[in-house]
């Protein structure tokens, strides 16, 4: 069973505190859903925020990319980093426009990053970042070749300084205004997919596999 992460001052949630979350289970349990991270990052004297897919092994985070990316040579640097992600869960509409808000679940992950060389390592990263998108396309397909996996730098950044914070409920009006005559409460926003299509040089007995046909997230393989 993962542990609670003990908040550092940079991962103790100041704002709204009693929205924070320092357990382990729930943080891995947002990172699982998301598919898109945002890395922050200081180049050349100026702030940059990257967005970028991901992938995660136990206490690990591991992003990828091409040896020209901008980010990963600034982050095999050994420079501090900031990752984040996070899902919208629902729009909240108060009787006053102050008190709009939304529901959320959110991490927030500080630390270096480092470069993965060892090969068998750089494979089960990109193994996670493709069965972190879709669960049992790994089995499916063509692994990474030699040349593929020259041409691609896996970067890791541990877990072990990260938080989340999370909302959810109803919109929380001023006492006066809740005798305002007008709509308030909860949009729920769901991400869903809709009906695959078949590339134009797909063969013609190939079908749809369930766990494409059926995809959501959080994934389920059926």
């Known amino acids: 069973m993962p542990q609670p992460k003990a908040p550092s001052p940079r991962t103790t949630v100041k704002r709204i505190p009693q929205r924070a979350n320092y357990e382990s289970e729930t943080i891995y349990q947002i990172l699982d859903e998301g598919l898109v991270c945002h890395v922050g990052f200081i180049n050349d004297g100026q702030p940059v925020v990257i967005p970028t897919a991901y992938g995660r092994i136990e206490d690990t985070l591991y992003i990828h990319g091409s040896p020209a990316s ?5 982050l095999q640097q050994g420079i501090d980093v900031c990752v984040t992600v996070t899902l ?9 426009a ?12 500080f630390g270096k990053a480092t470069l993965i060389e060892d090969a068998a390592q750089k494979l089960a990263a990109l193994q996670a970042f493709t069965e972190h998108v879709i669960l049992g396309r790994w089995q499916e397909v063509r692994s990474p070749n030699h040349q593929e ?8 950044l541990p877990l072990t300084e990260a ?16 005798q305002i005559p007008v709509w ?3 949009i729920p926003l769901k991400l869903t997919a809709a009906v695959p299509i078949n590339d134009a040089k ?3 007995n190939i079908a ?4 494409l046909k059926n995809y959501t997230r959080p994934q389920k393989l059926n």
């Open 70 to 74: 901008r980010m990963l040579r600034s």
């Open 88 to 96: 919208i869960d629902g729009l909240v509409l108060a009787r006053s």
């Open 98 to 109: 102050f008190h709009h808000s939304m529901n959320y679940r959110s991490v927030v992950i």
């Open 149 to 156: 996996l020259s041409r691609t730098i896996v970067l890791s």
């Open 163 to 178: 938080s989340a914070k999370i909302r959810t409920g109803g919109p929380i009006d001023d006492e006066v205004d809740y």
């Open 184 to 186: 308030a409460g909860e």
């Open 202 to 204: 797909l063969a013609s």
């Open 208 to 211: 749809v596999p369930p766990n």
